[in-house]
């Protein structure tokens, strides 16, 4: 992880091995790591400090494995927050999983771009209500900026950004109040449009994080 003197975003991924149509195996830089680091590249050029945690945690004694990588990943990162107070973004970068005849994409200023969906936990299930286990004391704070962020998205790249998900857990967003998890495009996608969207996402995450 670089230095970055004021950090105002970290990005990191609790499932590093997620690849992509054209990925090539065995690089990072092509898959959900890589696209990360472009992402992270775009907003520091912008002037949006960023840092980005390249970890793994999906992977454990040489094989793919994803029943701790959440709690791994909050291990991980959260030593990262509390050295850097100035960061007010998480950002947990993932890919979709898709039927193998869905492709998200659309157009955004003539090039191929991947869709993006912003996803939220709520630590509750509809039929047993509240977990207590996995308290989020900041989820109207995580649901009012992924409505920021679907809002942006849409005033400025329609289609760009599918409809926000909203599942029983917690997934790592209560870490900070401006916590999001994103699914940026699925395995079906290409890198190129991987990249493409995250120029998207990058200047949507200036218009809502700066002004």
């Given at each position: 992880?670089?230095?970055?003197s004021c950090p105002k975003i970290l990005i990191?991924?609790?499932?590093s091995q997620e690849e992509f149509a054209d990925s090539i195996p065995g690089d990072p830089s092509t898959s959900i790591v890589g696209i990360g680091e472009y992402l992270t590249q775009l907003l520091n050029a912008d002037g949006i400090e960023t840092l980005h945690d390249s970890g793994v945690y999906d992977i454990i004694n040489g094989k793919l494995d994803r029943s701790r990588a959440y709690e791994n990943a909050e291990s991980a990162v959260r030593p990262v927050?509390?050295?850097?107070?100035?960061?007010?973004?998480?950002i947990d970068l993932h890919r979709d999983g898709v039927n193998a005849d869905t492709h998200l994409v659309t157009e955004v200023n003539g090039k191929?771009?991947?869709k993006i969906m912003y996803f939220n936990g709520l630590s509750r299930t509809r039929t047993n209500g509240d977990i207590a286990?996995?308290?989020?004391p900041y989820i109207?704070?995580?649901?009012?900026?992924?409505?920021?962020?679907q809002i942006a998205s849409e005033q400025y790249y329609p289609g760009f950004?599918?409809?926000?998900?909203?599942?029983?857990?917690?997934?790592?967003?209560?870490?900070?109040p401006k916590s999001l998890l994103i699914e940026a495009g699925a395995q079906t996608n290409t890198v190129e449009e991987m990249k493409n969207a995250m120029e998207v996402l990058e200047r949507t995450l200036k218009r809502v994080v700066t002004e």
């Open positions: 992880m670089k230095n970055v990191f991924h609790t499932h927050l509390e050295a850097n107070p100035t960061i007010e973004v998480a191929p771009t991947a286990y996995l308290y989020n109207q704070d995580n649901l009012a900026f992924s409505l920021q962020m950004a599918r409809h926000i998900y909203l599942k029983a857990y917690r997934y790592n967003l209560h870490l900070l």
